[in-house]
Each structure stands twice: as C-alpha cells, then as structure tokens.
C-alpha cells in the first residue's frame, strides 16, 4: 500500500490504497516512519504524494475503532518525528485530499505543493478524537491565530482556501505535481548548497515538536478516557453510507 521509486536522485513515496482513499493504516504509518528514515540521509529529498483522488483520508478509522487512542496517535508522531530527522528536503505533492493525521503530518514537511484538486480537512474536533503530529505546535505557527477555528470549525478547505491559511505554498497542474516538487528539490539541493545546515536551523525545533507530542499524548488518553473517542468512531463506522 506504500510504494517508493527513485527519481533523478529523489525518492518518492506513494500511498496506493485508492479504494480507500490511502486511509492510513497502522502497518502503513510504520511503513512510512521506516521509509522516511531509509532515504533521509541517501538521496537529495522526498516527495510523499497520493494515487486517486486524495493523499490520504487520514487514520483508518474502521481498523482503530476498538483500539488504543494512544497507540494510534503515537505511530502519527513517529511519521512526523522521522521527517524532521532527515537531512534532505521533505515536500508534499498533495494531489487530492488531505484528511486528519495525514492533513497534520505535512505540516512538518518543508513544502506542500497541490493542485486545485486538493483540499485540507481536519475533522477530528466533531468526531469526538483529538489532533496528533504536532499540529497543536506547527498548525499555528503556519496558520498563526487562525489556527484554533480551524480546528474547533473541523475546517474543509479547498486548494485557494489552504493557499491563503499557509498550509499549501503553491498550486500547480496536476500533470506537472511531481515534476514541480521534483524541481523544487534539485533547486534546493544545488552542489555546494548548505541546504541541510538550513533545515537544521529553520525546521521547528525538536524539543518544541516534543513536547507538544507529549501533550497531544495527553489529550489523546483524555478523550480516550471519557468515551467521546470510541462513541465518535461508532458514529462514523456506522454512519449511513451514500
């Protein structure tokens, strides 16, 4: 459900789980964390795109109902913790969709780059979960005080609207996504570039990203705790479907 090819000295990781709109499972979160992790030191950057009609639907709710909060938010903050260990640009070709824990995990990335298709949507105030990635740290600091409605709101934004928040930097045609953020890379990374120096100094802070880790884990056990977060999951895995 994950695959990843190398292009002109970049790696690209794809999710392939179209049928489900690259719903993150838990096998698939290790599977990026590890992938991540692989090609952070080995090639010139990662671009992470989707297939279909969306990056990702976020957390698979029908496999975690029934399943620790804790872990689940948890394997979310290790997919954001190995992007912010690489030293090579890590960017966003958001081609669709971005749900919840996926929408935050790009947060961290150093670019998000979109199409008209794409759209930011962070639902998880109105299901009863709570935000994980480090977007209670990152979300503000892209979003500034706008940041605290688009969560309480459960915000959908399209492709313009995430261009205006900051949370995409540019819209492009979907033919030339991955060449764009391809470019954008090689740009980045010229010979004799201090681009890793850069992104050690301009990249959020670590202990910052770790301590709201700390209190997204905290909050995650909360809603846990008072129910709210299994009885949300009930509702959307038994939702009437269209």
């Given amino acids: 459900m994950i695959e990843v090819t190398e292009r002109d000295e970049v790696a690209v990781i794809t999710l392939a789980r179209p049928e489900k709109l690259n719903a993150l499972t838990a096998g698939m979160r290790r599977d990026l964390a590890a992938a991540i992790r692989a090609h952070g030191r080995s090639v010139r950057g990662i671009v992470v795109t989707g297939t279909g009609r969306a990056f990702s639907a976020g957390e698979d709710i029908h496999e975690a109902a029934g399943k620790s909060l804790v872990e689940e938010v948890e394997l979310f903050h290790d997919m954001t913790r190995a992007v912010l260990e690489t030293q090579v640009p890590v960017l966003a070709a958001v081609n669709g969709l971005a749900v919840g824990g996926a929408a935050e995990w790009t947060l961290s990335f150093d670019a998000r780059i979109g199409t008209p298709a794409a759209e930011y ?12 990635n480090a977007s209670s740290y990152l979300l503000p600091r892209l979003a500034g005080a706008k940041a605290l409605r688009l969560v309480l709101d459960s915000t959908r934004m399209t492709a313009e609207q995430a261009l205006a928040t900051g949370l995409l930097d540019e819209i492009v045609a979907p033919e030339t996504l991955l060449d764009t953020a391809i470019e954008r890379v090689h740009h980045w990374t010229r010979p004799g570039s201090a681009t890793a120096v850069h992104l050690g100094l301009l990249r959020p802070p670590v202990d910052e990203v770790e301590r709201a880790f700390a209190r997204e884990t905290e909050a995650a056990k909360q809603v846990e705790e008072s129910g709210i977060a299994q009885a949300g999951m009930s509702r959307f895995v038994n939702r009437p479907r269209r």
């Fill in 121 to 132: 949507f962070l639902p998880e105030n109105h299901i009863g979960l709570s935000i994980s």
